[in-house]
T-cell receptor
Framework: AQSVTQLDSQVPVFEEAPVELRCNYS??????LFWYVQYPNQGLQLLLK????STLVKGINGFEAEFNKSQTSFHLRKPSVHISDTAEYFC????????????WGLGTSLAVNP | GAGVSQSPSNKVTEKGKDVELRCDPI?????LYWYRQSLGQGLEFLIY????????KSGLPSDRFSAERTGGSVSTLTIQRTQQEDSAVYLC??????????????FGPGTRLTVT
């Protein structure tokens, strides 16, 4: 079985400050890792993913994440946030085989303040 | 191109009634997923269709829930004898079948179900 833990339910931050949203996972098999973003009153949008290759992956809107297999983590980072980054962020894992259902963390609410 | 569409966007129903939620995936996508998002449980997987294979129903919470996919495209999620705990946003996603892109799921806007 797989599980995902997002360590912070809420993260308040000032505009132009750096931010890190933490995600840890548990799995007995290899996984692929994802971050999705949900802006207020909008649907889920894929932010970035780790499938293979470089453990540092870059996504949309200046976000990046690093896959750390030994620590079973996939933390999301941005060096300088904007007001428009205010949203709910979800970390998720899937298996690497045929079954691609996503197992989700509970989400982190990022609030960027001026 | 057109994304994943879902209907209705909002549904209010009385406890005990049956409801049907519809999902139109992105054209050409062979995989289709249903999830639900609720305040207490976060995002939960419900069911997954991949091509002509038997669906993975492991996430359906009870036998009141069922889903079908006709012609490898449109899907309907049916909830019978709705209960108040069924109130949630029901999300549909689809993905293609080409290499790594098959792991990228594209989500619809969801159907907000309220059971009174």
């Amino acid at each position: 079985a797989q599980s995902v833990t997002q360590l912070d339910s809420q993260v308040p931050v000032f505009e132009e400050a750096p931010v890190e949203l933490r995600c840890n996972y548990s799995s007995s098999v290899s996984v692929y890792l994802f971050w999705y973003v949900q802006y207020p009153n909008q649907g889920l949008q894929l932010l970035l993913k780790y499938l293979s290759g470089s453990t540092l992956v870059k996504g949309i809107n200046g976000f990046e994440a690093e896959f750390n297999k030994s620590q079973t983590s996939f933390h999301l980072r941005k060096p300088s946030v904007h007001i428009s980054d205010t949203a709910e962020y979800f970390c998720a894992v899937s298996g690497t085989g045929n079954n691609r259902k996503l197992i989700w963390g509970l989400g982190t609410s990022l609030a960027v303040n001026p | 191109g057109a994304g994943v569409s879902q209907s209705p966007s909002n549904k209010v129903t009385e406890k005990g009634k049956d409801v049907e939620l519809r999902c139109d995936p992105i054209s050409g996508h062979t995989a289709l997923y249903w999830y639900r998002q609720s305040l207490g449980q976060g995002l939960e997987f419900l069911i997954y269709f991949q091509g002509n294979s038997a669906p993975d129903k492991s996430g359906l919470p009870s036998d009141r829930f069922s889903a079908e996919r006709t012609g490898g495209s449109v899907s309907t999620l049916t909830i019978q004898r709705t209960q108040q705990e069924d109130s949630a946003v029901y999300l549909c996603a689809s993905s293609g079948d080409q290499g790594f892109t098959s792991y990228e799921q594209y989500f619809g806007p969801g159907t907000r179900l309220t059971v009174t």
